[in-house]
């Protein structure tokens, strides 16, 4: 493998990059960093643009393609993809030269920080929400609170006895002190008898 620097594709920078808010103050950043960064964006662009015909609707009065309400969106996202799509593909082909391997790897993940705990426990929200529209929210939450005592390494039965607890106690305070109103999940009556649908999961 070669030692030389370039031979990445990125160029080293021995000296960081200014702030904005203090010049006289620099910050090395990792051009494999900076590059993942721009991969991240191209990504989240790409999908946004893909959900533009969802999200957007036909103005009521046709007055011109250029107050169209998809029309800025679409346009701004494209630069995005444009603007990132070039640093984001030599990431790709850093990454290829360098084997992704560990050194390569770290240098990318500093993008992000030590904001990886944070990402964690946001995905595993995101997917406990759409749980919830399937599976209801008693048996969703309960598998929520374990994943998420497990993340941050309280793995004792008494922790996870305190999780479980937590989501009865939600429930019976909601469902049947307060009569919070719970719609039927999916899940019970495509996979449970009728009785089990209409004595214990309409509090599910």
Do not use: N
Not at 31 to 55: K, Y
Not at 73 to 96: C, D, K, M, N, Y
Not at 163 to 174: E, M, S, T
């Amino acid at each position: 493998m070669s030692t030389d620097p370039g031979a990445s594709g990125f160029e080293p920078v021995p000296h960081g990059v200014p702030l904005p808010d203090d010049p006289e103050h620099t910050e090395f950043v990792h051009p494999e960093a900076q590059s993942l960064i721009a991969l991240v964006f191209v990504i989240l662009a790409g999908i946004l643009l893909l959900l533009v015909p969802v999200a957007t609707r036909a103005a009521p009065m046709h007055k011109g393609w250029w107050v169209e309400p998809a029309t800025w969106p679409i346009f701004a996202l494209s630069i995005t993809v444009a603007a990132g799509g070039f640093e984001a593909l030599r990431w790709v082909r850093a990454g290829r030269a360098a084997g992704f391997g560990a050194d390569f790897r770290q240098k990318s993940l500093w993008a992000f920080g030590a904001l990886g705990p944070a990402l964690k426990y946001s995905a595993a929200f995101i997917v406990y929400l759409f749980a919830v529209g399937w599976g209801g929210f008693a048996l969703p939450s309960f598998i929520f609170m374990q994943v998420v005592i497990w993340m941050a390494g309280l793995r004792s039965t008494a922790w996870k006895l305190k999780a479980a607890l937590f989501v009865v106690l939600v429930v019976l305070v909601f469902r049947v002190l307060m009569g919070v109103w719970f719609p039927m999940a999916p899940l019970y009556p495509a996979f449970f008898p009728d009785w089990f649908v209409r004595s214990v999961a309409i509090y599910l």
